[in-house]
């Protein structure tokens, strides 16, 4: 095999896009660079393929969705081993990632139908003569942009969920994995090959930027919280609705009567999985007095039993993006520098391309490690004396997308009073395979939501509709309204709404 440069790096050449392996850059693929041009011609056949999407109805919509995921199901080895050869992924983080998505493509074809399809609403008295309608209706094109670090399991959460809401797809896979989108929407090809409901369009951040751009109904994105900005920036030129999924800084908070062993094994999963590589891993735990040295001792036990290569079966893979290297060891010299232990890894952990597992304490509330998005396998463990001090520093961040909390008398107490849109009680990082629950963070981690019945109307217009049915008792909406009229309609008025609470 070539090898294509630094391992990893996503490298464009004679306008094809070159996907390389992290560990030692040998060339996983090539793909053509989509321009401006390209993009908006992808956007028009998409526009053309949501007209017939929607016309098969939801029945044959369904059908089809199913089809696709029996498809990645029956192959899910080879794309297993894909995710591993261009992102470094372990095999069975990998095959655990596509399983999560299959629920969510069999979730989303299943379940459109109900909750998009149309129902009477309940009629007030005020509007009595009239009956209530509401259904759900597609956007039209959908455009999806979506990270490295799932590659199937982030973008099937807005595919899945927009194409099972009638919408056409525009996928603007990560520059870093681009062989893996370009696998999904190949199946989906052979699933649905009538029309181009799903097409691909590859390149780096000019591509994103063209897909914003081209005139498409919404854009999903999920990245960091500075491209957000910048892609919020160019939608707003359009005034085309978006979807941020952004960063995360998620705490997990450890109280005095938690399991300690359930505890650290839920620490190590959430903090080193896909080598904490995860906007919702876990980077911070607030751990109370009574239980923090044993806490530690714990996770440090388990961590260390970690493995970490570029073997489909170790725990730990490479840094899929090099650059991210120098953050990781910019995080752990600073918390260190500033009075910090680490009492697992710390400067001697990152050997690129891997970083090996980093277990922080006595880390100050102001260092890079505790305030920014680390993105690697380091976790900051701290001791506090009450509850209430360890939800305070839990929701001491700029971010709000996930969270933990392990215990029993007040775990759904604290669950509640943590500031994310999502909260693991006595495991971390499960809320994202719910096929039922919403996906979706607050302040800096973004707004708006995948997964479930909220990640279904995401990709949808809410559309009422009233109809007459009878003659109005009441005359209001009507320029032949009497003064005796308008003398009942004040004492209906207060009749209904006037008396106490």
């Given at each position: 095999m070539t090898v294509v440069g630094v391992a990893g790096e996503a490298v464009v050449d004679d306008g094809y896009l070159i996907s390389s392996r992290p560990a030692d850059g040998t060339e996983v693929g090539r793909f053509p660079v989509a321009g401006a041009e390209q993009v908006d011609a992808a956007v028009i056949d998409a526009r053309a393929a949501s007209r017939w999407w929607i016309g098969l109805g939801d029945a044959q919509r369904r059908t089809r969705l199913l089809r696709w995921r029996s498809v990645i199901t029956n192959r899910m080895t080879e794309l297993a081993e894909l995710m591993g050869r261009e992102g470094g992924k372990p095999f069975a983080d990998a095959v655990v990632e596509i399983t999560a998505a299959m629920e969510h493509l069999d979730w989303a074809a299943r379940n459109a139908r109900r909750v998009l399809g149309h129902r009477r609403t309940r009629t007030r008295l005020a509007t009595a003569e009239f009956s209530g309608h509401l259904e759900y209706q597609p956007l039209g094109v959908v455009g999806v942009i979506a990270p490295w670090n799932?590659?199937?399991?982030?973008?099937?959460?807005?595919?899945?969920?927009?194409?099972?809401?009638?919408?056409?797809?525009?996928?603007?896979?990560?520059?870093?994995?681009?062989?893996?989108?370009?696998?999904?929407?190949?199946?989906?090809?052979?699933?649905?090959?009538?029309?181009?409901?799903?097409?691909?369009?590859?390149?780096l951040g000019q591509t994103g930027d063209a897909l914003c751009r081209a005139g498409v109904d919404k854009i999903s994105f999920t990245g960091s919280s500075r491209t957000a900005r910048a892609v919020m920036t160019a939608c707003a030129q359009t005034l085309t609705p978006v979807l941020i999924e952004a960063g995360g800084k998620d705490a997990m908070i450890v109280d005095d009567d938690a399991d300690i062993e359930a505890a650290a094994e839920g620490c190590v999963w959430g903090a080193f999985t896909n080598a904490g590589q995860s906007c919702i891993g876990i980077e911070r735990v607030y751990a109370l007095a009574p239980i923090y040295d044993a806490f530690i001792t714990t996770v440090v036990d388990k961590a260390g039993r970690l493995t970490v290569g570029a073997s489909p079966d170790d725990h730990i893979g490479p840094i899929t993006m090099p650059g991210q290297l120098e953050i990781i060891r910019r995080h752990i010299d600073d918390a260190l520098a500033r009075g910090a232990r680490a009492v697992l890894g710390g400067p001697a952990a990152v050997r690129p391309p891997f970083v090996h597992p980093t277990v922080l304490v006595d880390v100050p509330p102001d260092s890079l490690a505790i305030r920014e998005e680390t993105f690697g396998p380091t976790v900051t463990i701290t001791r506090v004396d009450t509850i209430d001090e360890a939800i305070a520093l839990a929701n001491d961040t700029r971010y709000g997308l996930g969270g933990a909390v392990f215990g029993k008398r007040r775990a759904v107490q604290v669950a509640r009073r943590m500031h994310s849109g999502m909260t693991s009680i006595n495991s971390t990082l499960t809320f994202v395979g719910f096929s039922e629950l919403p996906f979706g963070g607050m302040g800096e981690s973004g707004f708006?939501?995948?997964?479930?019945?909220?990640?279904?109307?995401?990709?949808?217009?809410?559309?009422?509709?009233?109809?007459?049915r009878g003659p109005s008792v009441l005359p209001t909406m009507t320029f032949e309204r009497t003064s005796a009229g308008v003398d009942r309609i004040v004492k209906a008025t207060r009749l209904l709404f006037g008396g106490r609470a």
């Amino acid at each position: 095999m070539t090898v294509v440069g630094v391992a990893g790096e996503a490298v464009v050449d004679d306008g094809y896009l070159i996907s390389s392996r992290p560990a030692d850059g040998t060339e996983v693929g090539r793909f053509p660079v989509a321009g401006a041009e390209q993009v908006d011609a992808a956007v028009i056949d998409a526009r053309a393929a949501s007209r017939w999407w929607i016309g098969l109805g939801d029945a044959q919509r369904r059908t089809r969705l199913l089809r696709w995921r029996s498809v990645i199901t029956n192959r899910m080895t080879e794309l297993a081993e894909l995710m591993g050869r261009e992102g470094g992924k372990p095999f069975a983080d990998a095959v655990v990632e596509i399983t999560a998505a299959m629920e969510h493509l069999d979730w989303a074809a299943r379940n459109a139908r109900r909750v998009l399809g149309h129902r009477r609403t309940r009629t007030r008295l005020a509007t009595a003569e009239f009956s209530g309608h509401l259904e759900y209706q597609p956007l039209g094109v959908v455009g999806v942009i979506a990270p490295w670090n799932y590659p199937v399991l982030i973008p099937m959460g807005a595919i899945a969920y927009a194409l099972a809401a009638g919408n056409a797809v525009v996928f603007k896979a990560s520059e870093y994995t681009p062989a893996v989108g370009q696998w999904l929407v190949d199946t989906f090809a052979e699933a649905v090959g009538e029309q181009p409901v799903v097409q691909i369009v590859h390149g780096l951040g000019q591509t994103g930027d063209a897909l914003c751009r081209a005139g498409v109904d919404k854009i999903s994105f999920t990245g960091s919280s500075r491209t957000a900005r910048a892609v919020m920036t160019a939608c707003a030129q359009t005034l085309t609705p978006v979807l941020i999924e952004a960063g995360g800084k998620d705490a997990m908070i450890v109280d005095d009567d938690a399991d300690i062993e359930a505890a650290a094994e839920g620490c190590v999963w959430g903090a080193f999985t896909n080598a904490g590589q995860s906007c919702i891993g876990i980077e911070r735990v607030y751990a109370l007095a009574p239980i923090y040295d044993a806490f530690i001792t714990t996770v440090v036990d388990k961590a260390g039993r970690l493995t970490v290569g570029a073997s489909p079966d170790d725990h730990i893979g490479p840094i899929t993006m090099p650059g991210q290297l120098e953050i990781i060891r910019r995080h752990i010299d600073d918390a260190l520098a500033r009075g910090a232990r680490a009492v697992l890894g710390g400067p001697a952990a990152v050997r690129p391309p891997f970083v090996h597992p980093t277990v922080l304490v006595d880390v100050p509330p102001d260092s890079l490690a505790i305030r920014e998005e680390t993105f690697g396998p380091t976790v900051t463990i701290t001791r506090v004396d009450t509850i209430d001090e360890a939800i305070a520093l839990a929701n001491d961040t700029r971010y709000g997308l996930g969270g933990a909390v392990f215990g029993k008398r007040r775990a759904v107490q604290v669950a509640r009073r943590m500031h994310s849109g999502m909260t693991s009680i006595n495991s971390t990082l499960t809320f994202v395979g719910f096929s039922e629950l919403p996906f979706g963070g607050m302040g800096e981690s973004g707004f708006g939501r995948t997964h479930g019945v909220d990640g279904l109307r995401e990709f949808s217009r809410a559309k009422a509709i009233t109809r007459r049915r009878g003659p109005s008792v009441l005359p209001t909406m009507t320029f032949e309204r009497t003064s005796a009229g308008v003398d009942r309609i004040v004492k209906a008025t207060r009749l209904l709404f006037g008396g106490r609470a």
